[in-house]
């Protein structure tokens, strides 16, 4: 993990994969390239570049083999992105990622909806896609990232044990980590703590990122409620684009320029210049003309007591 | 403190003085006074219902004493005002309040700015309503809400052990409780949860409330630290309206409807009825045509996995 050096805390960058795919137009493949290299160029180390599904599902995306390939070029970023099955993953590790995620939701009824598969289909794809990196791309990591954790749509509430329970069998499929999502902003800090200790407890070597959407606006509490759990990377999208276009009102991620403000005020080194990545912007505003952006310290600036983390002596 | 009874937080609502106060248009008294009563209605117990200054300086509060009476008459209610000076003391006296709250800034540059005084000149003036209410209201209680706590727009850093001095000489003077406020959006986690736990150690009977602002986005994460310090009181204004005046870009108190959620999906009993309070809403709108209102649970609902907070056993 040698794109985690001199810093405290892991932004991994999602817009572009969260983000875009949620958003109706299409950015050109041009101007993504242009905003991926501007978030780079303020400091973000890991950003999920795409996504590898059907272009007839998600058009949005069908440019992500292209993309991976730039940005693979990006001095200092870590390259990932969201596989939804082998076919996908295939395709991902030949275009050159250094990490892939699988999403898999916690909630069954959610799963038959979102993919179309029981718990035990997902267990075989895993299996294969393991199989697969181990064979051919041992280099390249797999995370699993846990969805519906917090609360799901159609099922309602979803039991912290069935999550512990995937957890296990990802890690037992052979996955490197296990990230936890709140795919539609359900969760709170309570359940943030319980389930993130839980996960670093049973699955030290495991434990993943958290990933949290801003819908009911509980994005940055919860965010310093995984801080105390032990979490070091943390999902944000720029200018709070994104949500899960299976679930109704799962708007937003947690934007990024509101949370490297949080914690770099809070002592936490990032990496991540505020003015660069503000200006960063602007080439989503430039490839998604009229799309609503979202964000308090874009508007607002830094404080005028604001001063970056410094290394802890 | 009986209006404290079956609740874990003492949400006090700050929307018709720290919201209405900054809004260009003054909101009819008539709708004012239908708000607040919504406002009750949903359960909350304490609302500062204005302040007591100069109509001249502020023609929005002009009607303070004549809302102070009535929202006397609504039941489980706790009326608070806002007090910048002696003569405003004698006017809420006069009118009923159960509670002031005297702002004073811990920045020196900031309260010249502010009310032109310098900290001795505010001194004498807390002592000299410290008497009259010990004199002829000994009933009514007294908080001193220092503000510019977590950073100033003109001082720049503001030390904790100036604000811990500042608590203690008005704990010195006589006023019985003292509460942090973040009057420009500057406060971080690391901050709330330093200086409230030491306000709380040092002077464990007055140790008050926590005021904050969300001009950068970090409200709710304030919040979780202040609870982790032990607060239970916050300030927060419907809709999220409210700023001060004097500090351009200090726009927006935290989002009552927002913080309730955050609390009852913690496990933390407000006594407050979400649905109840987002129909106070509609007052808001009327009495502040074209006002710009904020949160995001009025939008998105409530979650599928939410309940109220149950009484810990």
Redesign the interface.
Known sequence: MGHLNQIDILVSEVGPRDGLQSVAATMPTELKLKWIAALANAGLREIEVGSFVSPKLLPQMADAAQVVVYARTLPNLFVTALVPNLKGAEAAFKAGVQKITLPISVSEPHSLVNIRKTHVEVYQEVRAVVALRNEQYPHIEIEAGLSTV????IQ???PDDDTLRMATIMAELGVDEVGLADT???A????VRRLFTRLRQELPGVAGSAHFH?????G??N???ALDAGVTTLDASQGGIGGCPYAP?ASGNI?TE?LV??LE???LRTGIDIDRLVAAREWLRQGLPGEPLY???PD???????HYAKKAV
Chains 1, 2 share one sequence.
């Open positions: 917090f609360g799901c749509t309602g509430e979803v539609v902003g359900y709170n800090p309570t359940q801003n819908t009911r606006g509980q940055l509490a965010v310093l409620a009102g934007v509101d403000y949080l005020s809070m002592g964000g308090f310290i607002a600036g830094v404080g005028k007591n604001f």
